[in-house]
């Protein structure tokens, strides 16, 4: 049931279920005591102007956030947590360079290659292509561009440190809210279908074997489009489907950036110096909602060595706890799972085919429950599959994080 060894299994029992309904979660008893105390943080709320229709923000505990959501519908913004705070880009860096490449041009006017690479970078977050074009289009020089034409004012070139590291180019929520309203209001309509078409067909897994389907892509139903940005974890392992093209960026680890290169400008400045490149960054942005009703943008760190998973969970429950109009957020229930390469089946059984398999630690969406194969995991056996509706197939309850065979308060499937 796993793609590799699985991690020792916590003594039986496996500990307090770890469930929330969508999309609130529940908290521990630990967690209810420290809130209560005050010792635990639960993010800052959107100013006293902006109109909330749910429960305040949530940010997790050791979770630093910069958040913008904009409601294009009123023109005003739902949320605003350190919208102006310096992260390291990642991949979000790559609406940047697809805007540059196409700025006197439309995407018909370039080379197949090119709009080949540029597909891969969008949907697939193609590392090898973002580093093609920051070698060949001036490195730093595509930065400096952008802010100008689009008047960024938080974004600057990776620090003099790392001048050819395009995924530490700083950024902020506000100055990611300020692309897309560009590319959705500004750009050439040749350019906006271009970009946001690939950004709605992005794939599960991006081309270095990671799940990019957190935070906007976990919270909400479609429509969506998202461009989501990791850096730092050290392992993948997604193995939906065939990536659009192979990245030799970073074959097992996140990397969101390439080696130096000497067409990079050696002007990068300095006032990027101040960014975290130690923590763990995870950013979901993007637009949710018909017409791209919501644009969203959600940068996160989190403390070096914090797993992957377990990033991709915090921040699907931050990016749930928002304000986002026109969001739909999925039915169903939340609960942790633990083991390394859980496999996803489209079928209750060993030999039903793979559709995937999850970030080790993921929390899950679970729509239903139901008897299948009996598999056995010493010292646990167990017949009762979940089904997670937003990959299509089940998991054995074996790993999911619940005391029982039995998910409570989890429906059988019909």
Not at 161 to 169: D, E, I, N, Q
Not at 363 to 379: E, I
């Amino acid at each position: 049931m796993h793609a590799h060894p699985p991690t020792p299994p916590p003594p039986a029992p496996r500990g307090a279920a770890r469930r929330r309904t969508a999309p609130r979660r529940v908290r521990t008893p630990l967690a209810v005591l420290l809130l209560a105390l005050g010792m635990l943080g639960t993010g800052l709320a959107a100013p006293a102007s902006a109109a909330r229709n749910g429960p305040e923000a949530r940010v997790p505990a050791g979770v630093t956030a910069g958040v913008a959501v904009f409601d294009r519908g009123t023109g005003a913004f739902t949320e605003r947590i350190n919208a102006d705070l310096r992260f390291r880009s990642a991949s979000v860096m790559k609406l940047l360079i697809v805007l540059d490449l196409l700025w006197d041009r439309g995407p018909d006017a370039v080379p197949d290659a090119d709009r080949t690479r540029l597909t891969a970078m969008l949907r697939s977050s193609d590392d090898s292509a973002a580093s093609h074009y920051w070698s060949t289009r001036g490195g730093a020089a595509i930065v400096n561009r952008m802010v100008s034409r689009l008047a960024l004012t938080g974004t600057a070139p990776p620090p003099s440190t790392h001048p050819g590291y395009w995924g530490y180019t700083a950024t902020t929520a506000a100055d990611t809210v300020r692309i897309y309203r560009h590319v959705l209001d500004a750009a050439p309509v040749p350019v906006r279908d271009f970009v946001m078409g690939n950004l709605r067909q992005a794939t599960r897994c991006a081309s270095d074997g990671y799940d990019q389907y957190f935070g906007i892509a976990s919270a909400f139903e479609r429509p969506w489009a998202v461009k989501q940005g990791w850096s730092g974890f050290s392992s993948g392992g997604c193995t939906a489907g065939t990536p659009a093209t192979a990245s030799a960026a970073a074959p097992s680890s996140s990397a969101d950036s390439a080696a130096p290169s000497s067409a990079d400008s050696a002007s990068a400045s300095a006032s990027a110096a101040e960014l975290d490149l130690v923590s763990e960054a995870l950013h979901s942005t993007g637009t949710v909602g018909s017409g791209d009703r919501a644009i969203v943008a959600v940068l996160t760190l989190h403390p070096d060595g914090t797993p992957y998973g377990t990033a991709y969970s915090r921040l699907t429950e931050l990016v749930g706890s928002l304000d986002v109009p026109g969001a739909r957020r999925p039915a169903g229930t939340w609960v942790g799972t633990w083991g390394s390469g859980v496999r996803v089946r489209t079928g209750p059984t060993t030999t039903s085919s793979v559709v995937t398999t999850l970030p080790a630690g993921v929390d899950v969406l679970v729509g239903c429950q139901r008897r299948g194969q009996t598999v056995s995991v010493p010292p646990y056996t167990n017949d009762w599959w979940a089904y997670l509706p937003q990959y299509g197939g089940y998991m054995t309850n074996i790993y999911v994080d619940t005391p029982d065979n039995r998910i409570p308060g989890v429906p059988d499937c019909a």
